[in-house]
Each structure stands twice: as structure tokens, then as C-alpha cells.
């Protein structure tokens, strides 16, 4: 064992099913950080928390397909649940596809999501963000997550698929049982439920694919449909795969971006101050709650051979989990005032939320955009902004913020 190494014989120092956990975890995170930058959990899972140790692996060009996972406690949870593919779509996503499946697939998916068809969605955005803050005035006090930050990117996602009208409740459901596969698991009966809820969705979806193909329009599944690189085209499965991604991912985190931006400066008076005063800090705050509070707090990795980090070796089909938000709070890094927020801290565009390398978020630009748009027009809005009630998280591990918001915007 090297120096900096943290060992399944040591202390378990990162226990995300501990109460409190996901209502906060940076003192985890913390002390994760000061035992040094690599650790090795009991399930057998590898945590990097480091800022330096999560850009390198983020760029590695490392897998994330689960079939090259090998033997481990977390394989062995997936064996009792049944379970022998990736419980997301098969693993047909982007997501979870390396080369070069993973170039053909996001080459044809940026063909329709693209800088500039995100930018012309403004208006849009605005209108909606509008209409939200309309209601929000005429009722004085609401939960913000179901006035604001859900319904936004929900709205949003849905008009640019195209989607016909479906049961919205139930597929809420699903996603957020979906969403549960992005973090540790400790139970075979999760896996069951979270595979359960894929199968769902995913069948779901390929109703609504279905559907377009008979009733094609100019929104993005209908072009998603269409869509053709060199010769190539997505086939049935993949074209699923990629809709529930976009689908989800486009709405699943920008919330907790919302919710979890509002709170925050809620809870530090100065900077929403500072952001009523300068309505130009918008887009710099995004970046700087993006980092503070990170709406995707973990990324993951597989190693396909022996892999060195600070002179320690990680064998083959090892788990290597980068700790998005604890390197978003690198003392090392950011400086002593890292757990702080500074909407106008000039380096904040360097946070690690949207990943790194080849799987860097491709809706970073249309949640940067919401969220900007979310925040500068709530601020302008309402001067009486207040908290209004106790704070409920969502529970969650990784795709973690409050599950209710509630506030004030009368005197």
C-alpha cells in the first residue's frame, strides 16, 4: 500500500447510506479529502475526491461499459437481482458505450442537438420561466421544485422530443427509480426495482417512437429518427436507449441545478444581493452553483487494464467512482473559501459537474441556459425571495438535491 492509498482494512470513511448522508454530504467528502485522494471502499468500488485525480480520470479514456466490471461485491448484488445487462436500456446509450460506438452514437445525437438550435430555444425558456413566476406571485408561498425547477427542464425536454401526451406522473416515477442505477447500491431489491423501472420506460418510449414515425414533426425524435452518419443509422434499440437518455438526463439534473442554486443563495444573502445588483452575473452564477452544488455528484469508470494513480496500481475491471462534488470543494484547488459561494469567482467555469473527456455532458448548454434563465428571472422578479419551511431532500446518492423547496415571495 502506498502513502495517500485508503484501504478496504482501514476505517470506511465513505458510507453514502449513512442518515444524513445525501442531505449532506461534504463532510464526507472532507474527510475523504484530507485521508488522501484515492480510496478503496468494502463493496470494492475505487473513490477518487481529489479535483486533480477526477479531471485525469474524467479525460482517461477509461470504460464505462459494465461488462468489462469485474469480479466484485457490487457484480455479485447485480448476480442476486438477476440482473446481466446494464439496467439503463440495455447499455445501448452513449452513456454507457465506448468507441467507437461511443463516437457513431453521439455523432449522430449532436446532429440534432446542436449550440445553436440550444441557443434559439430562449424565448422559449423565458416564456416558461414567466409562467412559472406568475404562479409563484399569485399563490405568495410555494415548493419551489414543483412551481419552478421541475416543470422548467420537464417542459423543455418534452417540446423538443416531441412527445405525445403521456401518463407524466407515472414516467416521473420512473425516472427517478432509473436514476438510482448512476449511484452505489447496496441491496439486491433496488437493482430489481430500478431494472423493473427501465423495462417500463424503455417500452414506453419505444410506443412513442412508434407514434412519431407516423406523426413526424419538426422536433428533435422525429430528426433523431432520421438522423444519419456516414451510412449509418441508429437502429431500434439504440434510438430507445438514446431518447430515454435525453430524456431523462434532460430533466433529471437541471432540477437540482435550479433547486439546489436557489438554496444556496438563499442561504447566503450577500451573493443573492449581489445577483439582484448585477442581473450580468447570471451566467457566472450558473457556473459558480454548478460547481458549489453539483446536480450530478458522481461519475464512474471501469479499468480495462492495471491503472496508476499516485503510484498506486488499480487492477483490471475495477469500479472507479470520481467524486464530481467533492472535487468541485478542492481546498487544494479552489482555495480556502472552496466551500463558499462567489457567484463572481472567476474560475468557476471549471467545475467538474458536466464530466470530462469524451462523455462531457452534451446538454451542458441547455442546462446552463435554463438555469441562467431560471435564476436571473426569479432574482429580478421577487426581492422578497425567502425560505419558507424546512428543506427535504431527494434522497438520492448522486443525481442528489432538494426533493422541496419552500418559499416565500411576499413581504
Known sequence: MTENVVTENDEVLFDPFAPGFTDDPYPQYRQLREAGPVYQHPLGFWLLTQHAEVSDLLRSGLSV?????????????????????????????????????????????????????????????TALVDEALDRIAEAGSVDLVEELAFPLPFAVISRMLGMPPVDHVRLRELTAQLVRSLEPVNDPATLAAIAAADAELSAVIADVIAWKRDNEADDLLTALIAAEHDGDVLSDEELVAQVVLLYVAGHET?????????????????????LRERPDLAGAATEELLRYDSPVQLSRRITLEPHTILGHVIPPGSFVIASLASANRDERFWGPDADQVRIDRPDARRHVSFGGGPHHCLGAALARLEARVAFGRLVERFDTLALDGEVEWNGRINLRGPGRLPVSVTA
Not at 461488462?67 to 440495455?90: F, H, K, T, W
Not at 465506448?98 to 440550444?118: A, G, N
Not at 432540477?255 to 449581489?274: F, S
Open 65 to 125: 461499459e459494465d461488462r468489462n466490471l469485474g469480479p466484485s461485491p457490487m457484480r455479485d448484488l447485480r448476480e442476486q437481482a438477476g440482473i446481466d445487462v446494464d439496467p439503463r436500456a440495455g447499455g445501448l446509450s452513449m452513456l454507457d458505450r465506448d468507441p467507437p460506438d461511443h463516437t457513431r452514437l453521439r455523432s449522430l445525437v449532436s446532429k440534432v442537438f446542436t449550440p445553436r438550435s440550444i441557443a434559439a430555444l430562449e424565448p422559449e425558456v
Open 254 to 274: 437541471t432540477v437540482n441545478l435550479i433547486a439546489g442554486g436557489v438554496l444556496a443563495l438563499l442561504r447566503e444573502p450577500d451573493q443573492l444581493a449581489l
